[in-house]
Structures are given as C-alpha cells and as structure tokens.
C-alpha cells in the first residue's frame, strides 16, 4: 500500500486515526516555545519572529499543526525555506517557511548515499532543491525506520493491520444495516386454514397503518393491536454479530497505542489503563506530546542557525504546560530543597540560563 492509500485509509476514512493525529498535532503546535542559549533567555528574536509568521498565509499554529501532521502521518515533514538566494552568506534568517507535502518529495541520494537533492513534484512539474550548498533549502524531519536509509516510519504503516481491521468492521457494519439488517420483529398473518396469505388491499392497508402509527420517534414504545390471525415475532443480533463490535474496539485500541494517545482520551470503551482522565493526559503529554515537540524544535533550531550563525536552543517551556503542572512543581520542590548544589547548577537542572544573564 503506498502513502497516499494509506493516509485516506488511516486518516481520510478512519475516526479512530484522524483524532489520533488532530489530538497529537493540535497538543503539540498549542505548547508555548522558548529560545535560548547558555547566557540567556530571549523574549524578542527574529527567529521567534519568524515562528509567530511563518508565511503570510499561516500563522505558528496553522504551521506547526502541519508539519507534526505530515510526520505523523507519513514518518516525513519537510521545511522550505524562502528567502533572498544570498540569505546564508548574509547570516540573515529566511524570509518564510513552508511546510511542504510528503507524498510529493522524493530524496535523491548522492555516490556516498547522503542525500544529494530533493525533487519535489506538482504534477508533471518538478523543483530540485540542491542539498550541496552551505545551508540546505530544506528541513527533513523523519521518525526512525530500521529499514530504510531516506524515509521515517509512519504510525500509520505501524498499525496497518489494526486500521484494515477497523476499517473491515465498519464496512461490515455498514453492509448489515444495508443489506442484511434484521428487523425488531416481524408481524406473521396465519389464516383460518393454517396458510398464511393477505389479499392485496389487507396487506396494503397493514403496512400503511404500520407506517402511520408504530414508525418514527413520536411513536416509539407506542402498543400495537392486532388482528386476528396477526402474531408478533420478536427478532434480534446473534452473539457472532455482537462479537464485531469488540472486534472493533480492540483494532481502536491498537491504533491509539501506535500513535501513542491513550484510548480513555478517544473515548474508546473498555479501557482500564489508567485510574482517571487527569492521570491518561499527563501520560499523553509526558510520553508523546512533549517528545515529539522537543525533537522537532531542535532540528528547525539547528537548521534554522546554519543562515543565522547564532546557536541557540528551541524547545517547548514545559513550567506552562498546565497538564504537567504537578510533575513540574515537585521537581521544583526538590531541586529548590537540594542544598548540596549551588543556584547555578538548580537553574542548570530546570533548564534556566546563568543567573548573571537572566533578566
């Protein structure tokens, strides 16, 4: 199945999916970033700049939630940047960033097997973006894949299985409430005789009173007469039928776990993992939301220095992240009650620059 397959399989056409990566990428482009060295923390930088206004059509939001979308879903996210062609010989910042789509990227590896080139196409048109010169064109951001030396492994190919089973499921379900769907009951005429046989206006006339007063909402729970001859049979789902929905509900369970959200956070049923919603969220964040924010900010960071020329380090400020307050303040707690380190080691520990330097 390539990428494209599996992105409307997984995402496009899979609830379960689709929240998973708009829970993680929305999570992820909401934390607030700080910028700093180890003199200082920077309150105005270009570089925060340009994070605040990527482009003129994305604020940081819009692009962060595209850029974790696309490594979510394709193990690959692409950078651009856009700028004055001397903008790494001036050591001035490009002038926008773009994420660019996945599926339309290919690497192009050189005789040592690095990348060469990267050739992005838009239908029959092609830009190469030449990965030789002093500061790459492009960020390539990809998870890791023990198999393949350009590309990252999507959490979508991870859970391919579970997807086709859910998918599978739903169709199934669909399909039975289409063709084979069994109905509350069904209403037996057995005549005088022992043959059952209405006329042509009896029966008529049976359905139209079925449908004017025993259908629809208004007359649900109303009792219903019958005639003589007329015997109610109460029909219902066989335990194989019901067997689906679990089966459905382990494949949601398997997908939440190869995203790394945890199913209480889906609404996923018959999910005991964690005592409460508070306890699941913090999980959620701490094992998944702050990794992957951490990892992307530091490569456009390291990237982005190469035009500027000033190392600087750009990493989510966890001390705002509400779900981890609690974790937060104990390690305050018992960094500021360590007395065998001195202030400079405690704002070392917590990831503060030098005192000297703080205001």
């Known amino acids: 199945m390539d990428g494209r397959a599996r992105v409307r399989g997984g995402f496009q056409g899979n609830p379960v999916g689709f929240r998973a990566v708009r829970l993680i990428a929305e999570a992820a482009a909401a934390l607030p970033l700080v910028l700093q060295d180890c003199e200082r923390r920077y309150e105005t930088h270009p570089l925060m700049g340009l994070m605040r206004q990527p482009n003129p059509v994305q604020g940081r939001a819009e692009f962060l939630e595209a850029l974790f979308s696309q490594l979510l879903l394709s193990g690959n ?55 030789t010169r002093e500061v790459a064109p492009v960020c390539h951001i990809r998870t890791f894949h023990p198999l393949d030396d350009h590309y990252g492994l999507s959490p979508l190919e991870a859970a391919a299985t579970a997807l086709e089973v859910h998918n599978a499921a739903s169709r199934w379900s669909q399909a039975l409430l289409e063709n084979a769907a069994r109905p509350s009951g069904a209403i037996v005429y057995t005549g005088a005789d022992g043959h059952g046989g209405l006329s042509p206006d009896q029966y008529d006339r049976l359905v139209a009173e079925i449908e004017a007063n025993h259908q629809g909402a208004r007359n649900a729970g109303r009792p219903m007469l019958l005639e003589g001859g007329l015997d109610w049979k109460q029909m219902g789902f066989s335990p194989s039928d019901m067997e689906f929905q679990k089966t459905k509900e382990a494949a949601a369970r398997e997908i939440a776990m190869a995203f790394g959200v945890p199913p209480m956070l889906l609404g996923i049923p018959g999910d005991a993992t964690y005592a409460n919603y508070q306890e699941a969220n913090r999980a959620f964040y701490r094992l998944t939301v702050v990794p992957l924010a951490t990892r992307v900010a530091a490569a456009l960071a390291h990237w982005l220095s190469g035009f500027s020329g000033e190392v600087a380090e750009l990493r989510p400020d966890l001390d705002q992240v509400p779900a981890l307050a609690e974790e937060r303040d104990q390690q305050w707690r018992r960094v500021g009650k360590a007395t065998f380190l001195t202030d400079a080691e405690k704002r070392a520990i917590l990831g503060l620059p030098r005192l000297s330097e703080a205001t």
Not at 82 to 107: F, N, Y
């Open 77 to 131: 996210a692409y950078v651009e940047a856009v700028g004055d062609e001397e903008t790494s010989d001036t050591g001035a910042l490009p002038l926008e960033l773009h994420v660019l789509r996945s599926d339309r990227m290919r690497v192009l590896p050189g005789p040592d097997g690095w990348p060469e080139a990267y050739e992005y196409a838009v239908g029959n048109r092609r830009h190469r973006f030449d990965m």
